[in-house]
């Protein structure tokens, strides 16, 4: 599932109080690029980074189980 604009919106929006969406902090003396990790993310998972502030992604990846989907069921919708 490839995110649109304005689901990335809704995810950013919800970002601080979601479980299923994680956040992943690259230390500022890490040996690769904040590009290089997000590339690698998207290129060899299902993941997408919904955004990227300073050196903090947010992260989203459809819930496997179908109890946990009532984030990814909003997103589909808009």
């Not at 990335?8 to 109080?17: N, P």
Request: charged share 30%.
């Amino acid at each position: 599932m490839k995110l649109k604009g304005k689901q990335k919106r809704y995810l950013r929006a919800q970002a601080h109080g979601m479980r299923p969406l994680f956040k992943v902090n690259i230390l500022q003396n890490a040996l690769v690029e904040d590009e290089e990790v997000i590339a690698f993310i998207e290129d060899n998972t299902d993941i997408q980074v919904v955004q990227k502030i300073g050196h903090v992604l947010v992260l989203f990846k459809q819930a496997d189980k179908r109890d946990n989907r009532s984030y990814s069921l909003e997103v589909t919708k808009l």
